[in-house]
């Protein structure tokens, strides 16, 4: 369901005009805040988080993931 909600966020994003890259995906529930990122490799990859809403900020949690995201990368290029 993960992957297909990001399919259907970029199918949005070009029926729109926008010629951006999504980074972020945020689906928010009831309890819980679910956070999409997609990696930057030559696969099509993504994190996937779920997150207690009443124990989370989303906004920092988004960039959390950021730099977790831009360290694995970094990493993945040099080999590691």
Excluded: C, W
Excluded at 29 to 37: A, E
Excluded at 48 to 77: F, G, W
């Amino acid at each position: 369901h993960t992957a297909e909600a990001l399919r259907r966020k970029r199918q949005t994003m070009a029926e729109v005009g926008m010629d951006d890259e999504a980074e972020d995906l945020l689906v928010t529930s009831t309890h819980h805040y679910h956070l999409l990122r997609r990696l930057h490799s030559d696969i099509p990859a993504f994190i996937y988080v779920v997150l207690d809403r009443d124990r989370t900020n989303p906004t920092l949690a988004m960039i959390e993931l950021e730099h977790v995201v831009r360290e694995q990368t970094t990493s993945t290029q040099r080999g590691e």
